[in-house]
């Protein structure tokens, strides 16, 4: 029996639970480095017997260590490794450190480094420095397995179908706490022959949706054969609007897979049907670019901010801020900020109305701020409250979120990461009354493809051109 995912759902994992998994990802984003360089002096002790070291060694180690900073910060190695295992990682290490020591190689034999610098050394400096993030990362999972067993840091699930496979998912997770996800329960479908033991059954599969929407559940197991697509296919039409993992488990007897990634959980292989980038490692590195380039840049507009304010009190009676309810990551709506641009009573009458070309409710003041995009400014202050990101899918109201979600496929999906100031569809000029199917596009790849350094360039572009565009209204 093999077990496949077939591409998770997850909004950032649900966001529950996932502060613990972050920090240690982060202590071992953090410390693979700092082990690298210990690990030098280490050997250098050894070898020596003091660290009173020649230039071309300290060079060396300052080059290797921007060198490994550069395999490390592109690698998966800090990502979620719930339930993976350890020799995987470890396997993935070993051939991290392979291509940094061939790089140190490398470059002292293009510098003509290689016969003033002891080779007993690079040895030890290699064998320590791997033993070391080994090691660290057996301390952390040591430390998760005995938080989760305790019943902290845990995931909630629900498995669809009920079989052999079903119930082996039941056992094995309910057997290993240290993964720390807990199974609420299965769903039946018409096609089942059995019941799932020491589970409980909470309905048939048409009542999947709603459940796990009512009770935030974070992951979905579908356990159903490959030829039940009738079946497949009413679970995932459940789960068109959800946030929460799916894991396809199916029957595979005689299926021979080829260049696909497989998770381990607890010792279950699966392919994640769709998954949030932003897990673990990736999630922390995101809060604190966005704290930090949003704190950075408030000091940095901040008179600019005022002349604005003092402009829009002017402009007519009323609030300089106008708070707007919006849809962002896991569906969760907050209230975002912008400077006001119509007067206090406008959709008085009209209600909630799409902003299109030619817009006449804007007072003068508004219609420059639209037009240059700087009534968003005040949404830096949303990034540093956490309620958005600078870069995301831009949100929307929900009265037009539930219009759209069965208008437009995977209109949802935008909702994995957290809404942002600017966005991939922005820069491309999707914006304002313009094709939602591609604004969709453009946000789906860039949750795909997101990394830290896609996000630096789409803020540089939209310095270069994103705040002025016919679109902006």
Known sequence: MSYLSI?????????????????????????DPAILVIGALAAYELRFGDLTMPMNYGRLISITLLFGLLVLGT???????RG??????????????????GGVLAYS??????????????????GLSLAGVVGMRVMARAVAAWVRARGMDVRSAVIVGANPDSQHIADTLRQNPWVGIDVCGWFTTPSDRGTVEGASPLGDITHLGAYVEANHIDQVWIALPMRDEAHISVALNQLQHSTADIKFVPDMFGVHLLNHSVEQVAGLPVINLQQTPLQ?????????????????ILLMISPLMLAIAAAVKLSSP???????????????????????????DAETASGAVWAKAGESRATRTGAFLRKTSLDELPQFINVLLG??????????????????????????????????ITGWAQINGWRGSTDLHKRIECDLFYIENWSFWFDIKIIFLTLLKGFVHKNAY
């Open 7 to 31: 591409r998770g759902q997850s909004g950032l994992s649900n966001a529950s639970g996932n502060k613990f998994t972050a920090a240690l990802a982060l202590i071992l984003r953090v410390g």
């Open 75 to 81: 690698s998966s190695l800090y990502g979620s490794w």
């Open 84 to 101: 993976r295992g350890l020799f995987a990682e470890s396997v993935q290490l070993l051939l991290k450190w392979v291509v940094i020591f």
């Open 109 to 126: 034999t293009a510098v003509q480094l290689t016969d003033e610098l002891s080779r007993l050394w690079l040895a030890l400096w290699f």
């Open 280 to 296: 673990g490692g990736a999630r922390l590195l995101k809060a604190i670019e966005d704290r930090a380039l949003a704190g950075i």
């Open 318 to 344: 009323g609030p300089v801020f106008y708070r707007q309810e919006r849809m962002s990551w896991n569906n969760k709506t907050f209230w975002m900020l912008k400077f006001r641009s119509m007067p206090v």
């Open 387 to 420: 309620d958005m990101s600078i870069v995301g899918p831009r949100p929307e109201r929900p009265i037009f979120v539930h219009k759209f979600k069965n208008e437009i496929p995977a209109y949802m999906k935008k909702h994995m990461v957290k809404a942002g």
